[in-house]
């Protein structure tokens, strides 16, 4: 599903040049559930972005889906970033001046659905994250739980093959968080691939994987379940 | 893809701010398309045909010193020795200037003692090489004779027994068109036969309601002073102009000569207009600056305010063009919304100045344009934030501050 091999990523101001990713080497196979983890720093948010589609790494391959996707253009990796990848922010991200409606229907919009298919779309994922009737609530109206699960059902709502979840329990508490753990296991059971940067022990062993990045290289890489092993909450 | 629901709604969520600035488009639209009638009107107005050669003319009037003075006879051997001048097409004595805001105009009527229904004409008393002096082009009958010509005393009555007129004049008095031949009257029972028509002349007053309702006189008053009208080969106004202060001081040096150019006049009786078309312009100038900066300014701010929605959006899939087109369609909303107001308020300030300061009716076609200027400078004010905002990086979304 993706493979990263010898990536690189530095930052260059006037005086000084910082190297986020070096000689960043990575597969994850297609329905794994990957935890990343590492100190504040050491590149974790640079990964995510560059797998993410967010950024360019300044060298080395990166294939997505089995397409490298290195060296697209803006327009081609929007449309990649669209269709293939699904987002969970930290600060849920959910845009304040429009309902969990709107807000789920942004990336099918840009994706192009007709109304009928988006609205389809749109109360599948709001049932599937208990929050059909909330749907003209404004995020503000939310719980912090209940906004993560909107942003959940926003990033399911175009079926994308690769979910990357950047500290998606960080901001909840531990009942909340567990919730969305939970989600997240489930959302995984059924083939979407997972890739999930925590500073919570206990939520990285809960994936097949866990990835340690230490000084933007891949410090450890520990096995904890086989390939398509049921997770068990 | 115009994302219209999503921005409608998050324009109502921000509405005190997208409100201001509707509110200011509709006062500049409602203002502007007032104004720009105001100096359409004037620019027409500035525009009109005089009928008459204004560039190439000079006006010379002089002042005897000595009181008794014959000043018939020094007329014919100063424009005897102007029209001989290099340069000179022809020249003619004229009791007033003509464009230059300054006339006598006499009462007209179709019967002799007519007490009513009279009709006013700025009056000229010339002679008959008043036509190629002025440039004037003669569509009907006959110019003046030498035979026509009088000489008159101001303390007696002049009693005219021709006239030419111009053809808006001629049409005022005879609306049939068969002025020419017919007789006009000027209050008593002294018939004036209208001899020949000329096409245009403007008058004394451009800004007379009247004016272009023209009457000469082939006369010839005995006032205390002379004025003469000398036309120039094209181009050579300036040259001859020098010339002519100097021949007409070796003539006669015991004389106060004043001489300006037709054009100058014409200016100075064109100045309020001028003025007018200036202030609005800037006026209008101004306001589509300050619309513009305040659209630029409120884009800019909202970009700002929503940079990390703007890097959410990217991430979620939003290319570069999704997200200009998002600002460039909030802003058509805004302006659009406002033009609309605008346009309303336009029509209720235009009412208001027709009824009290007899200003042109505002026709939907200026408003029309008016406000698509103003649509097309907002897009252009807001097309610099929105390309901004486009290239802020879907990575902003992961950044926690």
Known sequence: MLKMHNVRKSYRTDTIETHALRDFSLEVNEGEFVSVTGPSGSGKTTFLNIAGLLETPTGGQYLLDGQDVSDLNDRDRSRLRNEKIGFIFQGFNLIPDLDLFDNIDVPLRYRGFNAKERKKRIEKVLEQVGLSARARHLPAQLSGGQQQRVAIARALAGEPRFLLADEPTGNLDSLMARQVMELLEFINEWGTTIVMVTHDPDLARRAHRNIQIVDGQVADLRLQSALGEAVTA | ?401
């Open chain 2, 1 to 401: 893809m115009l994302e219209l629901r999503p921005i409608l709604s998050a324009l109502w969520r921000n509405k005190i701010a997208a409100l201001l600035i509707a509110v200011q488009l509709a006062l500049t639209l409602a203002i502007v398309g007032n104004s720009s009638i105001i100096v359409g009107d004037r620019l027409d107005k500035i525009a009109r045909p005089t009928g008459i050669a204004v560039e190439d003319i000079i006006a010379v009037t002089y002042y005897p010193a000595e009181a008794g003075t014959d000043i018939v006879s020094m007329a014919r051997a100063d424009l005897d020795m102007l029209r001989a001048m290099p340069g000179v097409i022809d020249a003619v004595h004229s009791n007033h200037i003509p464009l230059s805001g300054s006339g006598s105009a006499s009462d007209f009527y179709r019967e002799p003692n007519q007490q009513i229904d009279d009709e006013v004409a700025n009056v000229y008393h010339t002679g008959p090489e008043f036509l190629q002096t002025l440039g004037l082009k003669l569509v009907e009958g006959r110019n003046f004779t030498p035979a026509d010509m009088e000489t008159w005393n101001p303390n007696d009555r002049y009693h005219p027994k021709v006239t030419i007129v111009t053809k808006q004049f001629a049409d005022i008095m005879f609306p049939e068109g068969n002025a020419l031949g017919k007789f006009i009257y000027g209050g008593g029972d002294n018939p004036i036969e209208i001899i020949g028509i000329v096409e245009r002349h403007l008058g004394a007053w451009t800004s007379w309601a009247k004016a272009g309702s023209v009457a000469f006189y082939p006369s010839f008053p005995k006032f205390t002073f002379g004025r003469y009208l000398i036309r120039t080969e094209p181009g050579k106004r300036d040259q001859v102009f020098k010339a002519i202060e100097e021949r007409l001081a070796q003539l006669e040096p015991n004389r106060v000569i004043d001489m300006q150019t037709l054009s100058e006049r014409l200016n100075k009786s064109y100045a309020r207009e001028n003025l007018m078309v200036k202030v609005l312009s800037a006026v209008i100038g101004m306001l589509t600056f300050i619309i513009a900066l305040g659209i630029v300014g409120l884009t800019f701010f909202w970009i700002n305010q929503r940079r990390k929605q703007i890097g959410v959006r990217r991430a979620l899939g939003a290319t570069r063009t999704n997200i200009s087109r998002y600002f460039l369609v909030e802003n058509c909303l805004i302006a659009g919304s406002g033009i609309a107001i605008g346009m309303a308020a336009a029509q209720i300030g235009n009412h208001f100045m027709v009824a009290n300061y007899s200003q042109p009716a505002l026709p939907l076609s200026v408003m029309l344009v008016c406000a698509l200027m103003l649509l097309c400078v907002s897009l252009v004010a807001a097309l610099v934030p929105a390309l901004r905002a486009a290239n802020i990086s879907p990575a902003t979304a992961t950044r926690s501050v």
